[in-house]
Structure formats: structure tokens, C-alpha cells
């Protein structure tokens, strides 16, 4: 079975932690964005300072590439709009790295289109609903959706999706959009896009956005309802389980952030700065971290509902939600339906 964004197998997973090795990374270039969505992770700071170069961005690439890393994630920021961002899909698939990258669109023209087609760059285009009126809400912008909209036929027109061409939309689950997704799983799969529909962690300004909140029933509703779909229209057969709808995260085991600053972290969601890339190597900084090692041992350090799940051998639920919702990284998580008093679906 592959997990992890539908890329690693099992085996390769525990590989890589008896090996302390890593599988991908993801990478902010820069935090500039031109959105400004109602439940984005990255807190709106004035002015960024500081932020690595292309120089130390390659060089903490080549890091983690000889920590084994075969694939390098785009995050932001928006990506699109870093100005170096065809210099560094450039440089990268020259290493021989598979190259993944979240955008909401906004730099996606026929020459960038080309050139991601060319690299066979996997595209997760964000889209959280396609009620023009509602996704401009939610990225906090007006004419985000029409962005999108554009983004997408751009990508379409360079031969996205295909084979060798991966496309994904990638939709945060929330109050606005929850009624609406089982009709966009089937639009998507019908054209050959990947639904990549996470619930959505509560941190930065989704805190400030209790509006955007859905309860872990709904949640449980939702993903056995899209389980459903899969099995009886599409032939896919899954288990519900958060926080990725059809899919399991496991990114501690494989994964790290390494932010536009340098600071690296477990994850978007466990906000806890390990230490700089531009005072320690990777390599030392993930092998001598106190919370990099309790999340690879997981089996022994979760607390909780979590620990004594029956889905405990193969989930460890949001370690994100955990640390944002009660501070600690290994506490249950407090958004996953196992943990709440659902009636069965």
C-alpha cells in the first residue's frame, strides 16, 4: 500500500526511519503571497526579513537530498510569484528530484505551464469550492476563483493531467464548502485530477476564523461518504480516516519543513522551529531533535485515545491539530472522530 500522498510504500517508510533517513522535504522559497485565505497556516508578518537565498535554498536541497530525499515540495507563500521559481524547478530536476508543488494559481501562464510540463512537476492546485462567490471568501481576495479557473485551463492546455503529468486539487474542508464536496470529488475524478481534500488544522488564522470550523462527526459524514463514491463509482476501495480524505500522513517518519527562513519543523502544522539551517546541517539538526524522535516513535509516545486506537499501528491522527489545540504534539487529536462521540454512519 502506498500512503503519504500516494507516493511511499510501507516498507519504504520503515526504511527510512531505521535508516534516519529522509524521503521528501518540503520548502518554502518564499512567504510572499498575493491571497490571503481565511485558514492559511503562515501568520501575516509586515515585513519578511531574512529569508534564505537561492544559494542556501540549493544548498539545503542537496542536504536532504544526501539524506535520501528523492522528493522536494513546494510550499509558500505562493510560488508562482517567487521570482526564481523557474531557476530552482530548473535546478532540481537536474538533481534528479521529483518535484511537488501547492499553488493557488495566480503565475500559472502558458511559458510556466510549459516548463512545469516539461519537468513533469506534480501540480496541487488549490481550489476549496467552485462557488465563484464562496472561494473568493475564503482566499480573501476577489477574483481568486477566476484566478483558478484560468490556472487550470492553462494546465489543461500544457497536457495536465496525464500520466506523466500529475494534477491534484487541493481543498481545505471547511463550513463553507463541506455541502458541496461530494459533487467536486466527482467532478475531479471524472477528470482524471486527484482530490487532495484535507481537514483543516486549526492554527494562525483559522483560529481566527471559527467560522470556518466543522465538528468531527461532520468530518466522519463527509470522508465516509467520499469513501463511498470511490468504492461504488470508481472502483477505489479506502478506509476513512483523518486528516487526508483517502489517504494516510505519515510525513513525520519521511518528512521535514524547512521555512523561508531557515527554521525547520516537523510539519505546517507542529510549529515547533527544531533549529537553522544556516547554524546546523539537516542531517544533525533532524538526528539530535528530541521531537523529531518521539514522533518517529510514535507507538510509544502518543498519549491518549491515540495511543489505544485500534487504527494506532498505521494513523497517529493530526500531530498539527494536537500541538495547535492543546500544545502538546503528542496528545490526541482533538479534531478526529475517534475521539468524539459519533453515532455510526
Known sequence: MQIYNLEFTEEEIKEAVAGNRLLSMEIEFSRACNFRCSYCYVPREGKRQQELSRGEIKDVILQAKELGARKIIIL?????IYPHLVEMIGFLG?????????????????????????????????MNSRDAVVQDRLAGVQ???AIIDRALATLKEAGY??????????????QQNIKELP???????????????????????????????????????LFTRLAAIDQEEFGRQWEPQPPLVGN?????????????????????????????????????????????????????????????CDKAEECYGCRGAAYQLTGDYLASDPTCWRNASCPDS
Not at 493531467?161 to 471547511?174: D, N, R, W, Y
Not at 466527482?186 to 487532495?196: A, D, H, K, N, V
Not at 546541517?281 to 502518543?302: D, F, G, H, P, T
Open 76 to 80: 509558500g507563500g505562493e510560488p508562482t
Open 94 to 126: 537536474r538533481e534528479g528530484l521529483e518535484i511537488e508543488m501547492f499553488t493557488n494559481g495566480s503565475g500559472i501562464d502558458r511559458e510556466l505551464a510549459a516548463v512545469l510540463a516539461e519537468e513533469k512537476v506534480r501540480v496541487v492546485l488549490k
Open 143 to 145: 477574483g481568486a476563483s
Open 161 to 174: 493531467p496525464s500520466k506523466e503529468q500529475f494534477l491534484a486539487i487541493g481543498t481545505v474542508i471547511c
Open 183 to 221: 459533487a467536486m470529488w466527482q467532478w475531479l475524478r471524472s477528470e482524471g485530477i486527484e482530490p487532495y481534500f484535507e481537514v483543516l488544522t486549526p492554527q494562525a488564522h483559522a483560529l481566527e476564523n471559527a467560522w470556518l470550523a466543522v465538528d468531527a462527526c461532520a468530518l466522519k459524514e
Open 248 to 308: 494516510k500522513c505519515m510525513r513525520h517518519q519521511v518528512s521535514c519543513v524547512v521555512t523561508a527562513t531557515g527554521d525547520v519543523m516537523p510539519c505546517v502544522g507542529v510549529t515547533i522551529p527544531l533549529e537553522n539551517i544556516r547554524n546546523i546541517r539537516l542531517a544533525e539538526i533532524l538526528k539530535n531533535s528530541e521531537v523529531v524522535n518521539n514522533l518517529k516513535n510514535y507507538r510509544q509516545m502518543i498519549k491518549g485515545e491515540c495511543r489505544s
